[in-house]
T-cell receptor
Framework: GAVVSQHPSWVICKSGTSVKIECRSLDFQATTMFWYRQFPKQSLMLMATSNEGSKATYEQGVEKDKFLINHASLTLSTLTVTSAHPEDSSFYIC????????????FGDGTRLSIL | SQQGEEDPQALSIQEGENATMNCSYKTSINNLQWYRQNSGRGLVHLILIRSNEREKHSGRLRVTLDTSKKSSSLLITASRAADTASYFCAPHARAAGNKLTFGGGTRVLVKP
């Protein structure tokens, strides 16, 4: 079945550094990928839609200069958390669709980000 | 896009029992999807049911959809400890493109 790989799975870094998270579709092409954020015991909050070859679409309240998204190819989207602070600590998850909108999304295994 | 609201928020059952959770949504949909999330992991797709379908099965899972009531249910039969997870529904409207949003989910604990 369709597989989405997310890397790294765990990051611990100092406040002020930037962190890049990669999301790859391994066996299909994804023109659209999605980035979510999840706090403990809460639901996934959609942050942005990553569009191949064009700018990402951010959800209301999400700072686009803080969370930089690049979708340079049909199999790779990256999320960069710039100048990370402790409040950015969270579980970040990406997903992708293979084709049409009536198909399920395939999720990566998430990245746990801890900012000290 | 719209999100579904799952009910109950949490469910605790003994192994072998059935688990039922419900999802309600507000507007017309193209399909409704159910996902499972194990602790600390990503979501895994379970079943997609289209708006013109009323019931769908996959192994020990049974999903129903009532578009007149804007609700869906997920039944897990003969539950196992490995079914312990959070379960989310995602109603999908055609106008939303591929975008899905999620409610709070149902946390299911299956005790051995």
């Amino acid at each position: 079945g369709a597989v989405v790989s997310q890397h790294p799975s765990w990051v611990i870094c100092k406040s002020g550094t930037s962190v890049k998270i990669e999301c790859r579709s391994l066996d299909f092409q994804a023109t659209t990928m999605f980035w979510y954020r999840q706090f403990p015991k809460q639901s996934l909050m959609l942050m942005a839609t990553s569009n191949e070859g064009s700018k990402a679409t951010y959800e209301q309240g999400v700072e686009k200069d803080k969370f930089l998204i690049n979708h340079a190819s049909l199999t790779l989207s990256t999320l960069t958390v710039t100048s990370a602070h402790p409040e950015d600590s969270s579980f970040y998850i990406c997903s992708a669709n293979a084709r049409a909108s009536n198909q399920p999304q395939h999720f990566g295994d998430g990245t746990r980000l801890s900012i000290l | 896009s719209q999100q579904g609201e799952e009910d109950p928020q949490a469910l605790s059952i003994q192994e072998g029992e059935n688990a039922t959770m419900n999802c309600s949504y507000k507007t017309s949909i193209n399909n409704l999807q159910w996902y499972r999330q194990n602790s600390g992991r990503g979501l895994v797709h379970l079943i997609l049911i289209r708006s013109n379908e009323r019931e769908k099965h996959s192994g020990r899972l049974r999903v129903t959809l009532d578009t007149s009531k804007k609700s869906s249910s997920l039944l897990i039969t003969a539950s196992r400890a490995a079914d312990t997870a959070s379960y989310f529904c995602a109603p999908h409207a055609r106008a939303a493109g591929n975008k899905l949003t999620f409610g709070g989910g149902t946390r299911v604990l299956v005790k051995p």
